[in-house]
């Protein structure tokens, strides 16, 4: 059986299962209008918030620097939100996961550019708090968010493959998503992922700490 925490590529082929390794699709898709809620928001971004860090965080996602390489922006951009000095860069996550040196020279070769699993990857940054198999419920999104903590996740795609996003904030039944392929958006809790870029199912969440 894969494992559900990997990346693997966006094929046509159905997802088997929830423990595989990520990947990227082959080529951006616009944001579908339906997913740019930001109108939505009402009484102030994080309302209801009683986080000591602002709701949504002071996140940035990272821009994946290679096709494969979701979990290794996930991963740096939640090290670098606890030590913003760590210097930590997505090739050499990729070193040290693939066994490589030479993945900051070209991180483009076939021994650099692997779908991974995030979980090890977040591992190597020392920031995994835990792995849980499936959606978790919004209250528990809202209490990671609460203690200054981003949230990520796996997406199992519809036509096969997947990917890693982060959450960031959130506002009653919105959600502040960072992804590293196609950027930062806002997004109804309940429909996510069924409504995203294509739709997809969640499938492993992962909590962090510093």
Known sequence: MLDPRHVV?????PVKSTSEKWNMPAKKQPMPRSLKLRSM?????????TSVCGNPLAFTM?????????????????????HPA????????????????????????????????LDQALQIVANLNALTSGKIAL???????????????RI?????GGHFVTVYGYS??????????????IVSYDSFPST?????????SYTTKA
């Open 156 to 160: 199992a795609w519809n036509g096969g």
């Open 139 to 153: 209250t528990s999104i809202k209490a990671e968010i609460n203690q200054c903590r981003p949230f990520c996740l």
């Open 86 to 117: 760590s210097g930590q860069t997505q090739c050499a996550v990729a070193n040290t996961a693939m066994g490589q040196t030479t993945c900051c020279a070209d991180g483009s070769t076939a021994q650099c550019n692997q779908p991974w699993f």
């Open 9 to 13: 590529p966006n094929t046509p082929s």
């Open 196 to 204: 995203y870029q294509g739709g997809g199912a969640w499938t492993d």
């Open 172 to 185: 009653r039944k919105l959600i502040d998503i960072g992804d590293p392929w196609y950027g930062n958006s």
């Open 62 to 82: 990272q821009t994946q620097q290679q096709s494969q390489w979701c979990w290794a922006a996930v991963s740096v951009s939640v090290n670098l939100y606890y």
């Open 41 to 49: 928001r009402k009484g102030g971004h994080g309302a209801g918030t």
